[in-house]
């Protein structure tokens, strides 16, 4: 590993916004009491990479409190460090695998699911690793308030239309779709956020994929 990455790592252990693997664990149903200290809405970002989505939601909505969840800590520690240098308290960060969520929040704690262009597990044989598989969205079912909303970006088509295929078979409630968000009448200013991965594939003129759909 390299110096840089072990002084991120290092860092982020002081950071009072992170929490890591087993940190976490004592905040189930408990976020908004014990870490924001206020009642307001839950949402989480999946896979947030440098966390640029947590903290300018967080920015554009300060009656709302964001987790973003990823497991690489070197990633975080970007949005960490942004939100403890711009004084943003309504975010924080939360450094463990997806697949063990239902250990980190309380049925019916969160309001609201941003997946920000996950890893697309493109192999068959890695299927359940997608984070729109269902058994990831019974977990988020679990997780989220009645209608709850869920939201998906990605540069990936084939992810983009396998999940639209499991919202269908599922019978989920699909509200918006788009194969090409920036030429859509849909792109307002929460849709163009941009984090560092969508920057790339853009100026690449890769079209973004978006979906929002909740449980019935």
């Known amino acids: 590993m390299g110096k840089d990455k072990l002084r991120r790592f290092a860092e982020i252990a002081t950071f009072n916004n992170v929490y890591e693997l087993e940190e976490g664990h004592s905040l189930k149903g408990k976020w908004n009491k014990e870490h924001f200290k206020n009642d307001h809405p839950l949402v989480l970002e999946l896979a947030c990479g440098k966390g640029e989505y947590s903290v300018n939601l967080a920015r554009l909505f300060p009656e709302k409190n964001f987790i973003g969840i990823d497991y690489k800590g070197n990633r975080i520690w970007r949005g960490a460090k942004t939100a403890l240098e711009e004084e943003i308290n309504n ?126």
């Not at 269902?134 to 992810?159: M, S």
Request: net charge neutral; proline share 4%; no cysteine.
């Open 91 to 216: 975010v924080a960060f939360l450094r463990i695998q997806i697949e063990s969520i239902l250990d980190y929040f309380d049925k019916g704690e969160v309001s609201e699911i941003w997946i920000t262009f996950p890893d697309p597990q493109p192999q068959i044989s890695r299927e359940k690793k997608r984070l729109t598989f269902p058994g990831f969205l019974e977990k988020y079912r679990t997780i989220l308030k009645p209608h709850g909303i869920l939201h998906l970006k990605t540069d990936n088509d084939a992810l983009h239309a396998y999940t639209h295929e499991k919202i269908a078979e599922l019978g989920l409630q699909l509200h918006v779709r788009t194969e090409d968000l920036y030429r859509s009448d849909f792109a307002d200013e929460v849709l163009s956020i941009k984090t560092y991965y969508e920057k790339k594939y853009l100026a690449h003129e890769k079209n973004i994929n978006y979906l929002k759909f909740s449980f019935h």
